[in-house]
């Protein structure tokens, strides 16, 4: 099947709607929106334009005054700043993600979620319970996802399992595809039902202490990110960074920065524009330990998508199922990147600091 | 108390012929509030049993702590009671005389009117008000499983240990006693650890279900909060909008293990085969050991048994006095 540009472009489907960095001043107490990236809520982006809020006001203000991650299901015109423009852009849910510097809080991530009919995706906050051997669902916004919501609030997860436990146990962003039949997605029944199909589940933590597992819960239709990387510095240092996991539409794992990919069921890689994105989101979120967000950045030469395998980093894809073509005989419907067209609307690269330096970066892009 | 039982970071390890250690369980963290009960469910040979027999002092840690109510247990003793799949019952005693072990133990200042009133109360309470005059020989596997209960709830213990006591009655019996226990848990407040193959059983009776992944190298791979009211009704629980849900969770998590019992994937820390009963090269028999062979005996071979002991270690017969599954008497 041949790339149809007139499938594309920005859309208001998308579950992910924005992200924002907000910038905490050197006494924490206040917050102001320096970078965002809105997608096809435009008027949403302008609306905030310049936004500075004080410790307790709005979604930033609330992580600034608890030092915790915070997650709204509803937007109201208390807890949420500018809930009506946020309403007209269909976003009906946010997260705010503190990022600490040491002692200090320097940042806050948000990101605003739509709920349209149909869509399916969640997600959660994990944290400790019980003396913090275990990890318990403490919160959580799901599209579609009543009957995996109901039973997860019931169930824990001590260190080391399950994907917020892996996360916890490996203190850096951990990356499970195919979540139906993954051995390490204790949820996986659940998962498979709901249509689920990718984890992303991020520490979050403040001197190397855990506060919370952040998780991204994807379906293949309507995904919260269609693309995730992991990146791990071996030694704290930026340079040292690298991409140890990643994903694109359907399962795949890099082999190294070089991006060889050998694939289970699918492949993910981008086209030269949108790497090149996030390598630098990447190093700058490293260097200025704060999150980065991007967008707006061409997939185009993507290539791998669907049933294949990327044998070098040139992504050249042996076909093996499918119809051949610049998809690598990937179904775009069903391949997620090549039914939007190839372009990035929106992504974020968020840090996991340790005192010495940068434990790991988490990419998430939609 | 959110940690009035700690089980930290437990380990057992055998060696295998060659010397090397194999971690039967590995890093088994889990912490139990006061008055809670906590089944643990997982596939045969995954590691439960030892877990509970190290928690019971019975099997020797290999590393990790196990605290209750703020001391580290450091061997058996009457603090925690256990009740096995067989009772155990000494067979020339009653089951007035079996519960009187233990209640001479605990209770060494009472008068001897005293104690035969507590034998009485916890006869009673597991509905043998009228069999207390009966020897083992004259009672039904469930009858005997009662003055089991009884004999181990005598000795006030702090934590109650249950390992699949149900497991060789059958379904009517089982929930007859499910029910007596679940009497005597909401009465008395016991914090229990219940080792059980059955998913139902774990549902009905438990606050939280820990599921352990396959052995070697066992842990704790999730644990599911049960949010039934007490005291339970089966019926309300059955009807329960909740209850298939969180049975398909438990059910699903065991075929997840069930699938991949054999073959080694995900993290690489679960899916191999593995054996609660493992215990290295044969060398030294441990106490658990011991007394799974004496535990693990019908009812009727407890006479036979009786006169192996004296074999044994010392330990084991000082152990199950202190269990109040032996009779020691002096010149013994």
């Not at chain 1, 949403?44 to 930033?60: E, K, N, P, T």
């Not at chain 2, 196990?66 to 450091?74: F, K, M, N, R």
Request: glycine share 12%.
């Amino acid at each position: 099947m041949v790339f149809d540009a007139t499938m594309t472009m920005t859309r208001m489907d998308e579950i992910t709607a924005a992200a924002e960095v907000w910038h905490v001043d050197a006494d924490e107490t206040q917050a102001m929106l320096i970078d965002g990236v809105y997608g096809a809520a435009e008027a949403l982006g302008f609306s905030r334009d310049g936004l500075v809020l004080h410790a307790g006001q709005g979604l930033a203000g609330a992580v600034l005054a608890r030092r915790v991650p915070v997650l709204l299901r509803e937007l109201d015109r208390e807890a949420f700043e500018g809930s009506e423009a946020a309403a007209a852009s269909g976003v009906v849910a946010a997260i705010g993600i503190p990022v600490f510097d040491e002692e200090k809080l320097t940042a806050v991530l948000v990101v605003m979620f739509r709920g349209n009919p149909g869509m399916v995706g969640g997600v959660e906050l994990w944290v400790g319970r019980r003396g913090r051997v275990e990890l318990g669902l403490t919160e959580a916004y799901y599209a579609g996802l009543e009957r995996f919501g109901k039973i997860s609030k019931y169930v824990n997860f001590p260190i080391g399992s399950g994907l917020p436990g892996m996360a916890w146990a490996i203190g850096a962003p951990r990356l499970i595809t195919g979540l139906g039949k993954s051995q390490a997605f204790l949820r996986s029944s659940g998962a498979e039902s709901a249509g689920l199909v990718t984890g992303f589940g991020v520490p979050i933590v403040h001197r190397n202490e855990l506060l919370a597992v952040m998780l991204w819960l994807s379906s293949r239709a309507t995904p919260l990110a269609r693309w995730h990387q992991v990146w791990e510095s071996s030694d704290g240092r930026v340079e040292s960074l690298r991409c140890v996991a990643a994903d694109g539409v359907g399962s795949g794992e890099v082999k190294s920065e070089k991006l060889k990919v050998k694939s289970r069921e699918g492949v993910g890689s981008g086209g030269a524009e949108l790497q090149a994105a996030i390598t630098a989101a990447v190093r700058e979120a490293g260097q200025r330990r704060m999150p980065v967000v991007f967008d707006d950045v061409s997939a185009q030469g993507l290539e791998g998508v669907g049933l294949g395998e990327v044998k070098s980093e040139k992504l050249k894809v042996k076909s093996v199922e499918g119809e051949q073509g610049n998809w690598g005989g990937a179904k775009p419907q069903a391949a997620g990147w090549g039914g939007r067209g190839g372009r990035v609307l929106g992504g974020f690269a968020l840090p996991v600091l340790r005192h010495d330096g940068v434990r790991a970066v988490g990419v998430m892009a939609w | 108390m959110d940690r009035y039982v700690e089980i930290v970071n437990l380990v057992k390890a055998y060696p295998n012929p060659v010397g090397e250690a194999i971690r039967v369980v590995d890093g088994f963290n889990l912490n139990i509030r006061k008055g809670e009960v906590v089944s643990v469910i997982g596939h045969s040979g995954c590691g439960k049993s030892t877990v509970l027999t190290m928690v019971a002092g019975l099997n020797a840690i290999t590393s990790g702590d196990v605290v209750v109510a703020g001391s580290v247990i450091s061997g058996a003793g009457p603090d925690r009671a256990v009740v096995f799949q067989s009772p155990c019952l000494l067979p020339w005693l009653t089951s007035f005389g079996n519960v009187m072990l233990g209640v001479k133990r605990v209770y060494p200042h009472a008068t001897r009117q005293e104690r035969k009133e507590i034998v009485e109360y916890y006869l009673s309470l597991v509905g043998l008000a009228d069999a207390m005059n009966k020897y083992p020989r004259e009672m039904s596997g469930g009858m005997q499983q009662r003055v089991g209960i009884a004999r181990a709830i005598a000795l006030k213990p702090k934590m109650l240990l249950l390992d699949e006591p149900f497991g060789r009655l059958d379904s009517l019996t089982r929930m007859d006693l499910q029910d007596v226990i679940m009497g005597i848990l909401n009465r008395e407040k016991i914090t229990t650890m219940v080792i059980t193959h059955d998913v139902d059983e774990a549902v009905y009776m438990s606050d939280r279900i820990c599921m352990m992944t396959n052995g070697p190298r066992a842990r704790v791979g999730q644990v599911l909060d049960i949010p039934f009211d007490r005291p339970r009704d089966r019926r309300a629980v059955l009807e329960h909008e909740l209850y298939y849900d969180l049975r398909g969770c438990l059910i699903d998590f065991l075929e997840k293990f069930d699938k991949h019992k054999h073959v080694g994937k995900g993290d690489g820390r679960e899916g191999m085969s593995g054996d609660d009963d493992v215990r290295g090269d044969g060398k030294g028999v441990e106490l658990a050991g011991a007394m799974d062979m004496m535990l693990g005996l019908p009812a009727d071979d407890n006479a036979e048994m009786s006169l192996k002991i004296s074999d044994m270690a010392t330990g084991v017969v000082g152990t199950a006095e202190v269990l109040s599954l032996a009779e020691v008497s002096d010149g013994v």
